[in-house]
């Protein structure tokens, strides 16, 4: 076909399994890119950013990183952490770095129940559920601001203080985005999650945003829960649930707990959003590097390969994203399931299953 689209992606591996999953998700792009009736061609640029490269040169990252990788059309990234680093000092120098100066500050967290995989819930349709958590991805929790006084003065004396900041312009376009995916969708609701009960300055501006914005999509259903009742909610009343909006850390925390209900954090993908699309935005799987399975070939590589689908979408490939997904799902349904989910497929097996489904 002429006039294919072409991508400059940024690729960084990081840390234990991230390197071997992304491999994955590199071979499924690579297999469509080749297919005769393939849109698109792309190339990569690697960069070996992570805790090795900490260990080596004090940082995580190159000191001109963030230009490195700007001009590309889509960063693909691993995961982030190993042993020997502190886990602050890793995620704050590479993850956090991109997601916040790339200002990404939508992060999307699909919650699909794929069959074959035995979901943790008790739902006589957890079948067909099939959520969307949206994480305010810049500020919040995240918002680094804060410090350490009178430390190494003996007598237990060290005080820290970390505050979050939620400005009203973050909150409301994190929440108007919420709302502008769920008029695409079937059922056409948006759940906010906060703890304004007790966090009462910023999460109470969130909470008059979500009630702000809301009145301007009349035919969106709404609901409004505490992160601690919505915990339960999540196992007890999943059909209650479509998109979900909340802020850095309540939504990292509750995605966790809905990808671990679907089956296995392995399995849950996402994409780092910049909407406004004046920096590349990031597509990693939810899951960290596991550094305990690091290096056997049995990591799940469903959740980079679901990124990588995310990835496509975005750079409109929409048709080819569905495709990807579909050929997750009739993987898994085929019996193939990695460790996590109750298998023994190894991390190239399970890739190999979903090509050789994507070539049915
Ligand atoms: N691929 C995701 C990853 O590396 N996650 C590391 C991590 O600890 N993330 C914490 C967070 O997203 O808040």
């Known amino acids: 076909m002429e006039n294919k689209q072409h991508f400059k992606l940024a690729v960084i591996p990081g840390d234990g399994i991230g390197k071997e999953v992304i491999n994955e998700g590199i071979r499924v792009l690579e297999f469509l ?146 709302f ?57 009343r999943p059909e209650e649930l479509e998109v979900v909006v909340a802020s850095n850390l309540l939504a990292d925390i509750l995605s966790d707990l809905g990808s671990a209900l679907a089956g296995s954090l392995g399995i849950a993908a996402s994409a780092n959003l910049n909407p406004d699309r004046r920096f590349p935005s990031m597509f990693e799987a939810v899951h960290g590097s596991a550094p305990d399975i690091a290096g056997e070939g049995i990591a799940n590589p469903i959740g980079a390969i679901g990124s990588a689908a995310l990835m496509l979408e975005h750079l409109g490939l929409k048709e080819e994203a569905v495709l990807v997904n579909q050929a997750i799902k009739d993987a898994t349904q085929s019996g193939f399931l990695t460790a996590d989910i109750g298998g023994n497929t190894s991390t190239k097996e399970m890739t190999d299953s979903i090509l050789q489904q994507l070539s049915n």
Not at 60 to 86: N, Q, R, S, T, W
Not at 215 to 231: C, G, N, R, S
Request: proline share 3%.
């Open 180 to 236: 502008e995916t769920a008029l695409k969708r079937d059922r056409k609701k948006v759940t906010s999650v906060t703890k304004s009960n007790a966090q009462q300055y910023g999460m109470v501006l969130w909470d008059e945003v979500f009630a702000r914005v809301s009145k301007e999509y009349p035919d969106v259903e709404t609901d409004q829960w505490l992160v601690d009742a919505m915990a339960a909610n999540f196992v007890l």
């Open 33 to 178: 890119s080749t297919q005769s009736n393939s849109k698109f061609t792309f190339e990569t640029d690697y960069f070996p950013w992570g805790c090795e490269y900490y260990l080596e040169n004090g940082k995580m990252m190159a000191d001109d990183g963030l230009e490195k990788i700007e001009d590309h059309d889509a960063i693909y990234f691993g995961a982030v952490g190993f042993p020997g680093v502190p886990d602050h000092i890793s995620l704050w120098g590479l993850r956090i770095a991109i997601c916040q100066n790339f200002d990404q500050w939508a992060n999307i967290r699909p919650v699909e129940f794929l069959p074959g995989v035995k979901s943790k819930l008790n739902h006589p349709e957890k079948e067909k559920l099939n959520w969307v958590l949206i994480r305010e991805n810049t500020e919040g929790e995240y918002s680094g601001i804060g410090g350490r006084n009178f430390t190494g003065r003996g007598a237990r004396k060290e005080v820290a203080v970390q505050s979050s900041l939620f400005t009203e312009e973050g909150c409301e376009r994190v929440i108007r985005y919420a």
